[in-house]
């Protein structure tokens, strides 16, 4: 809700300043780029550098581990299955 809140409140605001014609074309495009960067792809970036930093630092197997798929904890460090080997895909009916 609250993002969608902002897109509107953006859209509305970039409209009234396109709407003023005493203002440079550069004026706007400022604006446009600007929110481009601040909402759009600082967000992505943050979100993927905090869940690159997260699957970084935990690496290690753990007591939840079953949770999770034996493709993944093959990659886990400290797992009782990262050493067997393993086929990449199982045949129908196997």
Request: hydrophobic letters at 55%.
């Amino acid at each position: 809700f609250v993002v969608l809140l902002a897109g509107i409140f953006t859209v509305q605001q970039l409209w009234d300043i396109m709407g003023e014609v005493s203002r440079p074309l550069i004026y706007t495009m400022k604006h446009f780029m600007a929110r481009v960067l601040c909402l759009i792809a600082m967000p992505i970036a943050i979100y993927t550098m905090l869940f690159y930093i997260h699957l970084a630092i935990l690496s290690k197997a753990g007591p939840g581990m079953a949770l999770y798929s034996s493709l993944f904890q093959t990659t886990l460090e400290d797992s009782s299955l990262a050493t067997v080997a393993m086929p990449s895909e199982v045949a129908y009916g196997a």
